[in-house]
């Protein structure tokens, strides 16, 4: 069935460095890749999307990368700082005429002054 | 902050209840996706609304039901409450067109505790 795999669970860095998180697909038709960033009791807010024409997209300290080839994408912010510090989701949608959106489990992310 | 809103905020009911959740979709949006956040877990899609019709479902009970009402507003619906029901709900809504993975704005979502 429709998979997300989403690593790591918990990613603690020092304010300024770079975090990269990663997520793994199984529905090679998928087309349509959303990240949102949910802190602690708000709603999910997306932060950056990548479709499967497209193999990088950045924006501000935010970058998204994906590899259809190897049903993979990533997350990359740079020069972190304290109030990146969320729960990160990935997700995939699959084409199939509605928006259906498969989340993976979530990457806590400290940064740490 | 997206114009998607949701009542009420928090619920509480108890085993084999019935509870109906509302969802205002931002203006301009014909889709409303329903999902369930259980603690410490990423949401699971239920189902979809697109001008009032189900247009695709997750794997979840028919107890779980829904609506969309001509200002693409919705509800979702669970009978028969049980413990593992305990969750976030969110709704979403997106200006989806056949064919097209279109961006889902969420929520704040109502958090039920089934006791």
């Known amino acids: 069935g429709e998979n997300v795999e989403q690593h790591p669970s918990t990613l603690s860095v020092q304010e300024g460095d770079s975090a990269v998180i990663k997520c793994t697909y199984s529905d090679s038709a998928s087309n349509y890749f959303p990240w949102y960033k949910q802190e602690l009791g708000k709603r999910p807010q997306l932060i950056i999307d990548i479709r499967s024409n497209v193999g990088e997209k950045k924006d501000q300290r935010i970058a998204v990368t994906l590899n259809k080839t190897a049903k993979h994408f990533s997350l990359h912010i740079t020069e972190t700082q304290p109030e990146d510090s969320a729960v990160y989701f990935c997700a995939a949608s699959p084409l199939g005429g509605y928006n259906k959106l498969i989340f993976g489990a979530g990457t806590r992310l400290a940064v740490h002054p | 902050e997206t114009g998607v809103t949701q009542s009420p905020t928090h619920l509480i009911k108890t085993r084999g209840q019935q509870v109906t959740l509302r969802c205002s979709s931002q203006?301009?949006?014909?889709?409303v996706s329903w999902y369930q956040q259980a603690l410490g877990q990423g949401p699971q899609f239920i189902f979809q609304?697109?001008?009032?019709?189900?247009?695709g479902r997750g794997n979840f009970p028919p107890r779980f039901s829904g609506l969309q009402f001509p200002n693409y507003s919705s509800e979702l619906n669970v009978n028969a409450l049980e413990l593992d029901d305990s969750a976030l709900y969110l709704c979403?809504?997106?200006?989806?067109?056949?064919?097209?993975?279109?961006?889902?704005?969420f929520g704040p979502g109502t958090r039920l505790l089934v006791l």
């Open positions: 979403a809504s997106s200006n989806a067109r056949s064919g097209n993975q279109e961006t889902q704005y």
């Open positions: 609304y697109y001008r009032e019709e189900e247009n």
């Open positions: 203006s301009g949006h014909n889709t």
